[in-house]
Each structure stands twice: as structure tokens, then as C-alpha cells.
């Protein structure tokens, strides 16, 4: 029997947002940064390229535009709901990155309590610890 695609909510997730400049994009919004020519500055992308971006995460409803300024007509970019709950995504791929794509991390992000933030994964029942180890795949009903 021939294998085909499995279907996935990681595959769907990453037609929307699977492409470096949508990431850092929402980093950037993140971050409090809402305007279109400071999100290009601070992530290094091409207007035309951002401007592609933004459309396809604001035709996906993970950001929305709004309008700042009537003559000439301009706009802020800003995360939705769906937006803001990628959050811990973003947390992840930093935590990641910190750990094996750089030599030093860039910065660190300190928690009100004052400790540095450290990305932790755990079941919201139980309390434990989640793992691939401690995962079974189970279809919906």
C-alpha cells in the first residue's frame, strides 16, 4: 500500500506561517512594533516580500490592519486572537535558537519575577512534564 501525506495541523499551521519573514513579522508585532516600514527595518525584508506576508497572515485572520492615518491612507499591522496565541510558538523557536543556531543569545527575557525565562512544556492536567515519550496519537471521535 502506497504512504500518503498524513494529514497534519503542523503541515496547515506551516502553509500559513512556515516562511522566515511571516515569523519575524509577528516577532516584530510582538515586540509592540505595528508599523509596516519599521517591521521591514527591524526584520531585514524586502517591502515588496513583507508586503506578500502580511496579506497572507491577514487573509489567515492572524493579523489585522489598521488604519492610522487617513491622507495618505496608512496602516499598523497588529496580532489578532489567533495571532497573540502563537506566543508560546515564538518562545519555543527562541528558546531553540538560543540553544543550537547561535554561539550567544542575542538577549535575555526576563520574567516579572525577575529570572530568566526558560521554555518549559507541561501537561495544563497533570502538571507533568510533556515529552514525545509521553504522547500517545489517539484520532479524534
Request: with cysteine; glycine share 8%; charged share 25%.
Amino acid at each position: 500500500m502506497p504512504l500518503a501525506p498524513r494529514p497534519c495541523s503542523i503541515a496547515a499551521a506551516l502553509d500559513i506561517l512556515g516562511e522566515r519573514w511571516s515569523l519575524l513579522a509577528l516577532r516584530e508585532m510582538g515586540y509592540g512594533v505595528h508599523r509596516f516600514a519599521k517591521i521591514a527595518g527591524y526584520t531585514g525584508a524586502s517591502r515588496d516580500i513583507l508586503a506578500d506576508r502580511l496579506r497572507k497572515l491577514e487573509d489567515a485572520g492572524v493579523v489585522e490592519r489598521r488604519q492610522y492615518s487617513e491622507h495618505p491612507p496608512r496602516y499598523e499591522y497588529h496580532l489578532t486572537r489567533s495571532g497573540q496565541e502563537l506566543f508560546p510558538v515564538l518562545m519555543a523557536l527562541r528558546a531553540w535558537g538560543d540553544r543550537w543556531a547561535v554561539d550567544s543569545p542575542a538577549l535575555d527575557l526576563r520574567h516579572t519575577c525577575g529570572e530568566t525565562v526558560d521554555v518549559a512544556l507541561h501537561c495544563a492536567h497533570c502538571g507533568d512534564p510533556v515529552t514525545r515519550e509521553s504522547l500517545t496519537p489517539v484520532r479524534p471521535r
